[in-house]
């Protein structure tokens, strides 16, 4: 089966033929004798909802095993949860300010030894990898400066570390790092994959069982988990995943066009494919940010409506100023998340705004 017909279908319903996922509203259910469930026991270890779009989730990654969280963050604390003091990782140097925030603030303070590194440069990525290396962090299209890090070469030279994708950017319409060496796959589902911007989710998948069983302990233990309401929205929003994805691309295409040939423009940056532009402007960013009518200033992306954002003062300020400017994320940068809207109207607002 073609995912696009995947993100339609989902799962056939049994009992009554459903055609969208049923919101199961029971935190607990009845068991037949003490420790003798029907099926499910308690809505954090599992609930019909949850189990429903876990299986979609794995599908559409092409992987075995997949868990849905109530944030990215909470995917991304629940998978790290399975690192020791003292183990090696080593990580992307443009990767999520909240990604960064976690691992410094949190992390480190378990005596994990986070180091970043650039992984477009796959030489010095090898020499990096240690004996206790035992992850590497990485984004299919960085976040914010949108570089595109090559997975498969990177999984030749992972040795034991698992190869860790956050793939919230590319999305598996475009991309699926699990087909590309990865062994572990995560989302921020609050962006493309939802489509919104209405719920905030995350996701692991794998195909490792152990992996998956370890997964399922801290998902459990910690509790991050969805809630059925959400899940219904991340199915109704997935349903048309590949036609937003496609009209985000062509948007986004007519829209590099425009900010290249625009004179206020210095460097537009934009991996071909996906709705995330970013760009530098030459003109000051509060008074262009101020002049923007139907582009929405606000943190997140990945939502029909256009979203943008600069990462300096938003998403990236949790990252110190010298990191941030060492890592190009200067005050001028703009990132623009490009929606659904009609492209002609989306560029008349940028070039009023660019124009002063
Ligand atoms: C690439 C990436 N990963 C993870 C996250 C965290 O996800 P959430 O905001 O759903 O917790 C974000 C949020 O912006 C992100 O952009």
Known sequence: MKDETYYVIQKKDENFGLVNVPIYLSSTFRQIEPSKPIKYEYARTQNPTREIMEEVIARIENGNYGFLFSSGMSAIDTLLSILKPNDHILVDIDVYGGTYRILEKLYKKFSVDVEYVDFTNLELLKKSIKDNTKMLIVETISNPLLRTPNISEISKIKKNALLVVDNTFSTPYYFKPLDNGADVVIHS????????????????????????????????????????????????????????????????????????????????????????????????VFEFTRKLKIITLGESLGGVESLLNVPYYMTHASIPENERIKRGITKDLIRLSVGIENVNDLIEDLKNALNF
């Open 189 to 284: 589902i609050t962006k493309y994959l939802s489509g919104h911007s209405d719920i905030v989710m995350g996701a692991i998948i794998v195909n490792d069982k152990s992996l998956a069983d370890e997964i399922k302990f801290y998902q459990n233990t910690k509790g991050g988990v969805p809630s059925p309401f959400d899940l219904f929205l991340l199915s109704r929003g997935l349903k048309t995943l590949h036609i937003r994805m496609e009209r985000h691309t062509e948007n986004a295409k007519r829209i590099v066009e425009f900010l290249r040939n625009n004179e206020n423009v210095k460097e537009v940056i934009y991996p071909g494919y996906s709705g995330m532009v970013s760009f530098r402007i030459k003109k000051d």
